[in-house]
Structures are given as C-alpha cells and as structure tokens.
C-alpha cells in the first residue's frame, strides 16, 4: 500500500481512505468490524468518518 506523509507532521496515511459514512444504519457492527480490520491488514490506516 502506496502512503503520504502529512507535512513535517512525521504521520504516513495510505493513499487510498476506507469511507465510513455507511457504517451503522447500513452495515451490522460486525461487518462493520471485519471492513476495517481487513482494510488494516491491507495497509490501509486512513478512514474517513465524517457525513
């Protein structure tokens, strides 16, 4: 998985963002759970909560 660095911020985000704006009335808690931890396994680590 491709990452950025965020200024001089020292932080690294993937470059592709997992979009959460579904997650609850579409998605059960346990789907919802087993997205991210995949998305993690797959190196993604940014994750876009806003509505």
Known sequence: M??????????????????????GPETTEDDSHAIMDRALDVGINFFDTAN
């Open 2 to 23: 491709d990452h950025a660095h965020l200024g001089r911020s020292g932080l690294s985000v993937s470059r592709l963002c997992l979009g959460t704006m579904n997650f």
